[in-house]
Antibody, heavy 120, light 107 residues
């Protein structure tokens, strides 16, 4: 079955760090651009970061640039989001998602989400 | 690029026809996608390229628009269609931006 599994969420104190993981099955992550999208409680969707498979380009939202970084592990068909200097406003469910590819983008496969709570 | 959806919430009933609008602050050509998010679930892709229906999405869903103004219409609303709908532009890749969402709720 083609799916994304996520792990690594939890409760962390302000200023702390956390690493989220996203593991693909049934397809190769290396063939797709991948993104992280988050959703604060009761709020809408906010793009966080993109990792493009060609050229290994990375893009980050202004709100996380310099604190978050995306990496891939092709051997384990996975992607990670390393989050440093966490703030209360980073509290959200974090989704990883796959870009279907082609001339028109669309995130056609999503992980179930991982809740990150930043609180003292 | 800022994406603005209206309405923010819409009381509706099974069998209704529903139309949601999405407006971009700049011309995004046809680089628009639509998603549906059921409560507690991840979003599901409905359309890319404004109106290209994705596999498995029922034909009662249709979408249109170009440039800055876009619409999503659902004919004959089913119970599984409740939840929140988001538009997303990908003309600009950094940042990628979503509309704030339109929540369909039971009237």
């Amino acid at each position: 079955e083609v799916q994304l599994a996520q792990s690594g969420g939890g409760l962390v104190r302000p200023g702390g760090s956390l690493r989220l993981s996203c593991v693909g099955s049934g397809f190769s992550l290396r063939s797709h651009n991948m993104v992280w999208v988050r959703q604060a409680p009761g709020m809408g969707l906010e793009w966080v970061a993109s990792n493009w498979c060609r050229g290994c380009s990375e893009y980050y939202a202004d709100s996380v640039r310099g604190r978050f970084s995306v990496s891939r592990d092709d051997a384990n068909n996975s992607m990670h989001l390393q989050m440093e200097g966490l703030r209360g406003e980073d509290t959200a469910v974090y989704f990883c998602a796959r870009d279907r590819g082609g001339s028109h983008q669309g995130f056609d496969l999503w992980g179930p989400g991982a809740l990150v709570t930043v609180s003292s | 690029i800022r994406m603005t959806q209206s309405p923010s919430s819409l009381p509706t009933s099974i069998g209704d026809r529903v139309t949601i609008t999405c407006r971009a602050s700049d011309d995004i050509n046809s680089y628009l996608a639509w998603y549906h998010q059921a409560p507690g679930q991840a979003p599901k892709l409905l359309f890319i390229g404004v109106s290209s229906l994705q596999p498995g999405v029922p034909s009662r869903f249709r979408a249109a628009g170009h440039g800055t103004d876009f619409t999503l219409t659902i004919d004959d609303l089913h119970s599984e269609d409740f939840g929140t709908y988001f538009c997303q532009q990908y003309w600009s890749q950094s940042p990628i931006t979503f509309g704030q969402g339109t929540r369909l709720e039971v009237k």
